[in-house]
């Protein structure tokens, strides 16, 4: 893990496991993904960004757990699920999905196929067919 993700973490390591469990499953599931932390966020890429982690509260205070992070992934269509915290249409055809994790069994098979799903869209975006 390079200083950079460390830095983004400052104060807040102790959701480190949580971000430790969702980089391997995505480094293992997708090929050549690039990751960039920034001081908001951090992205994992292919062509384009397809998922990203921050801590953008997506609930209210009261509501959230006491550890957590929000994964954050664009899609061609709205997905439904109580996980999925907020889903906005941002451009015509592109769905972006916030989900705030709280535990590292949070990042399951449900997540990490619309993280799947988001890399695929993410790279055959602009793409001519």
């Not at 994992?44 to 954050?72: E, I, L, Q, Y």
Request: aromatic content about 10%; glycine content about 6%; overall charge neutral.
């Amino acid at each position: 893990m390079d200083n950079d993700v460390l830095f983004f973490f400052g104060d807040r390591v102790d959701a480190l496991p949580i971000y430790e469990r969702l980089e391997n499953a995505i480094l293992t599931r997708i090929p050549d993904v690039k990751i960039k932390a920034a001081k908001t966020q951090i992205t994992f890429a292919n062509r384009r960004g397809f998922a990203f982690v921050s801590f953008n509260p997506c609930r209210r205070a009261k509501d959230r757990p006491a550890v957590w992070m929000t994964v954050t992934f664009g899609l061609g269509c709205r997905k439904e699920s109580p996980r999925i915290d907020a889903a906005t249409e941002p451009y015509p055809g592109r769905w972006t999905h916030h989900v705030m994790v709280g535990t590292p069994d949070e990042i399951d098979e449900e997540l990490l196929g619309w993280i799947l799903e988001a890399a695929a869209f993410s790279d055959t975006k602009g793409r001519i067919k």
